[in-house]
């Protein structure tokens, strides 16, 4: 089957915030001088922004001499609790396999650690105050669980679209694809993603095949009902594609997968517009502070907060995914 992909399956889920990249400048301050100079280390930082609080953050890296440039991450949160508004107990795994150290593979990392930070927000407010639907998380959780049972190449095709398909990926996919095209960088994995989910097939399935995809949708949806809370939200799942006949189930999830496709491509549009905007700008704008601030860089880290807030918050979810 030509048509079905492979792709890093990322133990992860949960993220997104506008505080995230100022995050991500601080740690990388820290951090920058081990990752240049290939040496393990181990940051630990407290975060105290307004929406995003965390105690005694810890971002473990590790390097590897190996044939290729490869850098994976993880967000330990399994653990994690609230305590005074704050999220405790988390820590982050980078893992760096490294064959030359450049720009642009520190560039990679960079946005990887970014993609990480951003879903620990998510979780954080989750915990905080629920202001996520959870559904998505729980998913993502629930998949690296469920693969080792799935033995079909079909079931574990079904397993990489339904990751790549959640809505807290697909956003922190698209910030990493607008932290590389505002510094005129190529991000070619939201692309790929598009093309994953926009090929989706469905085929004539064996019975090894239709009662390994029985299994992932009843564990996905007793997994749904557990972690969450809302009962509204409980009340939306039992009418949601996952809790019907595997081939009802199927035909719809096509159908979300052609909603999502076009969602990304909007957003793609409308990051590419806005770097095409400030690449054009001639005059520094001087009304999007009450007064002319102290440190420029902080004008673009308005404007970039804002854009995030407004445009990139969250993919609407449909229907439980």
Known sequence: MDYILNYLNFNESKGISNSCELILYKIWKNIDSDINNIKDGSFNIDINE???????????????????????????????????????????????????????FIYYIKSVLFHEILHIFQHYNIKNDNKFRPESFSIGSILPQIRPIIKSIYGNYILDILYYSLSHELSAQLHQYYFYKKN????????????????????QLDKIEYKEIETIKNHILNSIKYYSNN????????????????????????????YKVKWIDKKIK???????????????????????PTNWDDIERYNIDNFIKNNLNDCKIIQGI
């Open 50 to 104: 307004k929406d995003f609080k965390v105690k005694n953050l810890i971002i473990n890296y590790n390097f590897l001499i190996d044939s290729e440039n490869r850098c994976d991450a993880i967000s330990h949160l399994e653990k994690s609790f609230i305590d005074k508004n704050h999220l405790n107990n988390v820590f982050i795994d980078i893992k760096i396999r490294i064959n030359k150290i450049d720009d642009e």
């Open 184 to 203: 005129n960088k190529d991000y070619k994995r939201i692309k790929d993603i598009k093309d994953l989910l926009f090929k989706f097939k469905i085929k």
């Open 270 to 292: 409308l990051i590419d517009k806005k770097i095409h905007n400030e690449l054009n700008e001639s005059n520094i704008r001087y009304d999007i502070t009450i007064s002319l």
């Open 231 to 258: 009962k509204n939200y409980i009340k939306d799942i039992e009418i949601s594609l996952w809790n019907n006949d595997v081939e009802l189930f199927l035909d719809k999830l096509s159908d979300i997968l052609k």
